[in-house]
């Protein structure tokens, strides 16, 4: 059975910080999604990661998959308040569509 | 046309009735997903259709039945439902390449309260 785990769970943060979840899974597989979700909110796409050293920046954000270490990163750059949000790993199982996703970042950027 | 689309946002829902839930895509899809949220909590997987045909069945409880009419729409019929089935229902979409990726698209949500 497919597990991803997200760490951390709560991140709480000054702007202008930087800081990195981390979102490990256990078993092979090159598809890798991160979402965001506001409050009461659907799940944004943020990043499609597809193969090893696959790399994608947005803004602030940029996202990084090592299928080999089985983890992949999102690094935060000066982060602002508008980043407040939760964040969401998803890997999907080479068999199939399914998503099987992490416990989710709640993000919290103070002023 | 990039959207999934989700009606109702909210629905307040006695334990006696039936009701239902609908979604729509026109992104030519071929898969489509019911997903249940709970308070801060990631989606779990409720049902997956794959053209139109339901592939996967997570063990849901029969008071919540899916229906595919065509490869645009899916609706979640509710009858008899509890109050801890109050959630987020989040329905998505994707394309159905096999052994290839598949980003899932996902709705606005309809916010269910069983009172």
């Known amino acids: 059975e497919l597990k991803v785990e997200q760490n951390p769970l709560f991140l709480s943060m000054q702007e202008g910080k930087n800081y990195t979840i981390y979102c490990n899974y256990s078993t092979t597989s090159d598809r890798l999604y991160w979402y965001r979700q506001d409050p009461g909110k659907s799940l944004e796409s943020l990043f499609v990661?597809?193969?090893?050293?696959a790399v994608k920046q947005e803004g602030r954000l940029m996202a990084s998959l090592d299928t080999k270490a089985r983890l992949s990163t999102l690094h935060i750059t000066a982060a602002v308040h508008d980043l407040s949000a939760t964040y969401f790993c998803?890997?999907?199982?080479?068999?199939?569509?399914?998503?099987?996703f992490g416990e989710g970042t709640q993000l919290t950027v103070n002023p | 046309d990039t959207e999934v689309t989700q009606t109702p946002k909210h629905l307040v829902m006695g334990m006696t009735n039936k009701k239902s839930l609908k979604c729509e895509q026109h992104?030519?899809?071929?898969?489509m997903y019911w997903y249940k949220q709970k308070a801060k909590k990631p989606p779990e997987l409720m049902f997956v259709y794959s053209y139109e045909k339901l592939s996967i069945n997570e063990s849901v409880p029969s008071r919540f039945s899916p229906e595919c009419p065509n490869s645009s729409l899916l609706n979640l019929h509710l009858h008899a439902l509890q109050p801890e089935d109050s959630a987020l229902y989040l329905c998505?979409?994707?394309?159905?390449?096999?052994?290839?990726?598949?980003?899932?698209?996902f709705g606005p949500g309809t916010r269910l309260t069983v009172l």
């Open positions: 992104m030519g899809h071929r898969a």
């Open positions: 998505a979409s994707s394309q159905d390449r096999t052994g290839g990726w598949n980003e899932q698209f």
């Open positions: 998803a890997v999907e199982e080479t068999s199939g569509s399914r998503l099987t």
């Open positions: 990661l597809l193969s090893n050293g």
